[in-house]
């Protein structure tokens, strides 16, 4: 399985909203719901932000929305605060044991 | 609140062995598959190895089919990565992941905080 294909950095200033998208296949993203997007910090462990394409766990702000048009996935991310400031990655399951990730992206809060 | 710590990470030559362990604690283990992912040094995010909640079914990617071996002990609420013959490219964090269910992959539930494993002569 090739990896999901995401923008390597976006950035956006605190309050405005950002948009990272990740593009996969009509084998991968376009035909599964299950969608998934983490939260990564330098030196701790990957946090669940959003699962099955929308769907927040509890305790993510519904500042972090996510949605899905075709073979593209996207997290949007409004009233952005400095504790965004991540490393971002989707993921998706794909049939085939452990999914696909996407490679990355570096959000930074300007 | 679910833990999820790692051990066992280190400095280890070519060719040599290591055993990860990831202590699990605030959930039911025995109820939910485990995963294994890493992260080597700059890059993304690489699924490894996941196991279901009895242990009898497990599968890995293909880079590492026939050297690592998942495991659990469900009595002691630990997950296991034995890893032989490593290589240089299997130098990363390594994480302990639970799954939101018994055995899945449609995404990775709970991680832990990650020990690294360096291969190097």
């Known amino acids: 399985q090739s990896a999901l294909t995401q923008p390597r950095s976006v950035s956006g200033s605190p309050g405005q909203s950002v948009t990272i998208s990740c593009t996969g296949s009509?084998?991968?993203?376009?035909?599964?719901?299950?969608v998934s997007w983490y939260r990564h910090h330098p030196g701790k462990g990957p946090t669940l932000m959003i699962y099955?394409?929308?769907q927040r766990p509890s305790g993510v702000p519904d500042r972090f929305s996510g949605s899905k048009s075709g073979n593209t996935a996207s997290l949007t991310i409004s009233g952005l605060q400095a504790e965004d400031e991540a490393d971002y990655y989707c993921?998706?399951?794909?049939?085939?044991?452990?999914?696909?990730f996407g490679g990355g992206t570096k959000l930074t809060v300007l | 609140q679910v833990q999820l710590v790692e051990s066992g990470g280190g400095v280890v030559q070519p060719g040599r062995s290591l055993r990860l362990s990831c202590a699990a604690s605030?959930?039911?283990?025995?109820?939910?598959?485990m995963h294994w992912v890493r992260q080597a040094p700059g890059k993304g995010l690489e699924w490894v190895a996941v196991?279901?909640?009895?242990?009898?079914?497990?599968y890995y990617v293909d880079s590492v089919k026939g050297r690592f071996t998942i495991s659990r002990d469900n009595s002691k609420n630990t997950l296991y990565l034995q890893m032989n013959s490593l290589r240089t490219d299997d130098t990363a964090v390594y994480y302990c992941?639970?799954?939101?269910?018994?055995?899945?992959?449609?995404?990775?539930?709970?991680w832990g905080q990650g020990t690294l494993v360096t291969v190097s002569s």
């Open positions: 605030g959930f039911t283990f025995g109820a939910y598959g």
């Open positions: 196991i279901s909640n009895d242990g009898s079914n497990k």
């Open positions: 009509s084998s991968d993203v376009g035909a599964y719901d299950f």
């Open positions: 099955d394409v929308t």
């Open positions: 992941v639970k799954d939101p269910q018994s055995f899945s992959w449609y995404y990775f539930h709970y």
């Open positions: 993921s998706t399951y794909a049939g085939s044991p452990g999914g696909v």
